[in-house]
């Protein structure tokens, strides 16, 4: 193999495992899950492994997470993302689009509690759910402009986050501590 004369390290098998190193830094997730199917297809001794590890991945679910998360995507919204106005099937009103810009904005916070509850992970969906309650509330107290179109949307949107929480054993409730302190107007999450 010769050597690069500049820095004596092999010269373009060197580089090429660097770059192979680098691209999967930068693979989107559908690439990532192509790479990773093809590997656990490959190689299906790893998949206890893979599993230990997307298990460990899903349990470092925080609801502080989530609800600052939440928060952020709620807070960005600003008065450009309402699409209201004139439309082939007639006539939106601030009102209904500012609370489809919200609900697009929730939309993967409420998958991801979907997923958790069909994967029957109580305590991630526990978590996940009430970040979005914590973090909905946290928006909703904000002042931001585009809320004031979409009054209740989330107290509509939190009620709805619990409902799909509570779907799978209706006994349950939102721990009332956590309500008490993170949504305090929102006691009618716990009753």
Not at 39 to 48: F, G, K
Not at 64 to 88: K, Q, T, Y
Request: net charge negative.
């Amino acid at each position: 193999m010769k050597r690069n004369r500049s820095s004596g390290r092999p010269r373009a098998k060197a580089r090429g495992r660097g770059a192979q190193r680098r691209c999967l830094a930068v693979l989107t997730g559908d690439e990532a899950r192509a790479v990773l199917q093809e590997l656990l297809s490959a190689h299906p001794t790893l998949i206890p492994d893979a599993e230990q590890v997307a298990s460990a991945v899903l349990a470092t679910v925080s609801s502080a997470a989530v609800a600052d998360d939440v928060f952020e995507a709620i807070h960005s919204l600003d008065l450009d993302d309402l699409d209201a106005g004139p439309r082939a099937g007639g006539y939106v009103e601030p009102s209904e689009a500012a609370w489809e810009a919200v609900a697009n904005a929730m939309k993967p916070y409420l998958d991801d509690l979907e997923r958790r509850i069909k994967l029957r992970r109580d305590g991630e969906a526990l978590e996940v759910c009430a970040g979005i309650v914590a973090g909905l509330y946290r928006a909703e107290r904000s002042g931001s402009e585009l809320l004031e179109y979409a009054e209740d949307c989330p107290s509509e949107i939190a009620g709805q986050a619990v409902d799909r929480w509570r779907r799978r054993r209706r006994d349950r409730t939102l721990p009332r501590t956590f309500v008490e302190k993170f949504a305090p107007e929102w006691e009618w999450l716990v009753r």
